[in-house]
């Protein structure tokens, strides 16, 4: 098989949850431009409808799916629309998620809740139910969690508020995923996880207005993410090209984590 087929996406379904911007639809492009047909799922349809509108004026398409993944009742109605739009899913980007920046004395419990439900509990039952409904039955898939780099480290800094949910949630998608990627291997699907570092994107608006160009210069690279660097990784681990890799974390942060 050449290079080039072994990252063809042609004909495959992928399901991308927190879709509709920044890291989510970045690796939509990506995808949709090997061929994928994506299905995005996000809280707010007036930026689905944005999101879509774009992949559509890159020549591609895609389906909106507007749902809120803390609402538990709504995740396999979720999945069942996403099959019914664009067939049995291959590939499932799970990167929807929440943080919430306080002390740890004053983090209220609500906020944990949350974070957490959102960046583990919805993110299982979203794999349960594509799991059950396609990816076991047809004995094949590819499974991309979004972790963190604050899921392999403390992330500590005075100077920026404590994210302790976050960075708990996404260490726990790091061991999700190899956990998964064991008890799944037979039924070949592949699970892996990627850990961005620093990106310009909503939820990292308060740190990087809070840090300025220390951000950048932490890093070896001297700089932070920017709108092409998480496609070629979501599309290793989307396609053929990964077919011997599972269980894997794969940090995209300019170098932060090598030192």
């Known amino acids: 098989m050449s290079l080039k087929q072994l990252f063809d996406l042609s004909g495959r379904a992928a399901l991308i949850t927190g879709g509709s911007r920044g890291l989510g639809l970045q690796m939509a492009e990506a995808l949709t431009e ?24 890159l020549g591609s398409d895609a389906t909106p799916l507007p749902a809120d993944l803390s609402d538990v009742a709504a995740i396999p109605v979720l999945v069942e629309q996403a099959m019914a739009a664009i067939g049995p899913i291959d590939i499932l980007v799970n990167n929807a998620g929440a943080t919430w920046g306080a002390p740890t004395l004053e983090l209220p419990l ?31 898939g590819r499974i991309i969690n979004i972790a963190s780099i604050l899921g392999l480290g403390g992330g500590g800094e005075s100077r ?83 077919a011997f890799i599972t269980g894997q974390t794969l940090p995209v942060d300019g170098g932060v984590t090598a030192m």
Request: cysteine-free.
């Open 160 to 242: 920026r508020a404590a994210t302790l949910a976050y960075n708990t949630s996404k260490a726990g998608v790091i061991n999700f995923t190899r956990s998964l990627a064991v008890e799944w291997a037979p039924y070949n699907i592949n699970v892996n996880a990627i850990a961005p570092g620093f990106f310009p994107t909503k939820m990292t608006k308060g740190i990087l207005e809070a840090l300025g160009d220390e951000v950048a210069e932490r890093a070896p690279l001297k700089r932070v993410g920017g709108t092409e660097d998480l496609k070629g990784v979501v599309a290793l681990f989307a396609s053929d090209a990964s």
């Open 110 to 140: 609500k906020a944990w809740q949350k974070v957490i439900d959102l960046n583990l509990t919805a993110m299982f039952l979203v794999t349960q139910e594509v799991g059950r409904r396609s990816m076991v039955p047809r004995r094949s």
């Open 34 to 57: 090997l061929g994928a047909k994506v299905a995005l799922v996000a809280r707010k349809p007036d930026e689905l409808e944005q999101a879509v509108a774009h992949l559509r004026g």
